[in-house]
């Protein structure tokens, strides 16, 4: 095979049918499964496999189904569940419209999908109060997710007891989700560039889409949340990743308020944003008698300056959850500056996983990688960095590393509060 030639001949392909931006995938990923393919469908040239493409819509959609890689499992990230339930509770008090519409992109095999639907039951939210869509662009995803059955690796994090017993049966080590839970959620196949797909203004109260615009270049990520904000009713939400908040337009979006969710507010009116304003108390005896403020001007004298020891005030030193904060607000070079004021015996797993975080939300993949392998240094089961770094190898190609990585993190699940 002639790699570089006729791989860049799949990858636009591959480009012209998802969207996806070759650069977050790792060229080694598009070798991989072409090569996979080729061998699944007994053909050894190149050319002839890119003629069966050419022709086949099934062919480009098994290609484009070994490219992506699911990673998803019940509650990942649940503070962005949390922030769901903040924002529909608020429709609730002021007697909005029911049911409330949700949308799940790409919903890959479901897990997300349904665990909106648990948290809805769990927060009082009754069947015909809310509907569910699930997209996702393979349909071997969507007939997993419609199937309804998991392994154990879809638990990364341990659901409660009573969770698990409510609304799941077990059959040896599958999982079965239950049929309350599984009639309130329509799985669909389709493309979010396609026509057809959020194809209603206005339409959905709160959209899930996560880690999905990190995979296109500027202009399909243009495109794409053109369509999510159009979707999105006023004062809808909108859950995105965590690396993806700089594309949200902060005129039309406020933070939800819930940290860690990525959650965001929409408004179809400028947000007004309040200015700060220094107010000394010599400004506000003027301002609360302007008749006076002439000869304020002119009787006030300034009073001598300190000596600079008084003047000065010992400063608190930054924390952890500051940066974090930070890096929430999408700060992130000033989240990095802050980390870098830390000494050597603050330099945690924690530390160095939020570091991770941040060089990936800056798409700095090496300094993000290397930031991952000292927090496991320091921690080896260290969930966090685990999942992170497993994710990231997905991306440059590296399968096996990051299969082995999620070996690991299957053996130190932590709780679900």
Avoid at 300 to 315: D, G, N, V
Avoid at 346 to 365: C, E, N, P, R, V
Avoid at 388 to 411: I, N, W
């Amino acid at each position: 095979m002639n790699t570089v030639l006729d791989i860049n001949k799949f990858i636009d392909i591959i480009h012209a049918e998802t969207g996806i931006d070759s650069s977050t995938m790792g060229e080694y990923s598009y070798i991989s499964a072409v090569q996979k393919c080729m061998q699944e469908a007994g053909i050894e040239e190149p050319s002839d496999y890119l003629d069966l493409l050419r022709n086949s819509r099934e062919e480009i959609t098994r290609l484009v189904e070994e490219i992506i890689v699911p990673e998803t499992w019940f509650f990942r990230d649940e503070y962005a569940f949390d922030a769901l339930i903040a924002e529909l509770n608020k429709k609730k008090k002021i007697n909005e419209d029911f049911p409330v519409r949700v949308l799940s992109l790409p919903s890959s095999t479901g897990e997300e999908a349904y665990s909106i639907a648990i948290k809805l039951f769990e927060n009082g939210y009754k069947a015909n109060m809310f509907s569910i869509e699930a997209f996702d662009i393979s349909q071997r995803n969507i007939d997993c997710a419609q199937r309804g059955i998991y392994r154990q690796h879809s638990f990364r994090n341990i659901l409660p007891e009573h969770i698990m017993n409510k609304y799941f049966t077990k059959d040896k080590d599958l999982h079965q989700i239950s049929d309350q839970v599984k009639k309130t959620v329509r799985f669909k196949q389709g493309n979010l560039f396609h026509e057809n797909i959020l194809s209603n203004p206005s339409y959905y109260d709160a959209i899930f889409c996560r880690n999905l615009l990190i995979y296109f270049n500027s202009n399909e990520k243009k495109k794409a949340f053109e369509k999510l904000n159009a979707s999105l009713k006023d004062k809808g939400i909108l859950l995105i990743g965590h690396s993806e908040s700089s594309i949200i337009p902060t005129e039309f979006y406020a933070q939800c308020g819930i940290p860690r969710s990525f959650g965001f507010i929409k408004s179809t009116l400028p947000l007004k944003r309040k200015k700060k304003s220094v107010v000394t108390k010599k400004t506000a005896a003027i301002q609360k008698n302007p008749s006076t403020k002439k000869v304020a001007a002119k009787t006030l004298k300034p009073r001598p300056e300190q000596p600079e020891i008084i003047q000065k005030r010992p400063s608190r030193k930054p924390t952890l959850k500051d940066a974090r904060t930070l890096a929430d607000r999408s700060q992130f070079e000033e989240a990095l500056v802050m980390l870098d004021t830390f000494s050597s015996n603050l330099q945690t797993a924690d530390f160095f996983t939020l570091k991770g975080t941040i060089y990936s939300a800056l798409t700095q993949a090496d300094q993000a990688e290397a930031a991952y392998r000292k927090a496991l240094f320091l921690s080896p089961k260290h969930q966090e960095a685990l999942i992170h770094l497993a994710f990231l190898l997905d991306k440059k190609g590296e399968h096996k590393q990051s299969q082995l990585l999620r070996k690991r993190v299957e053996k130190s699940r932590i709780k679900v509060k």
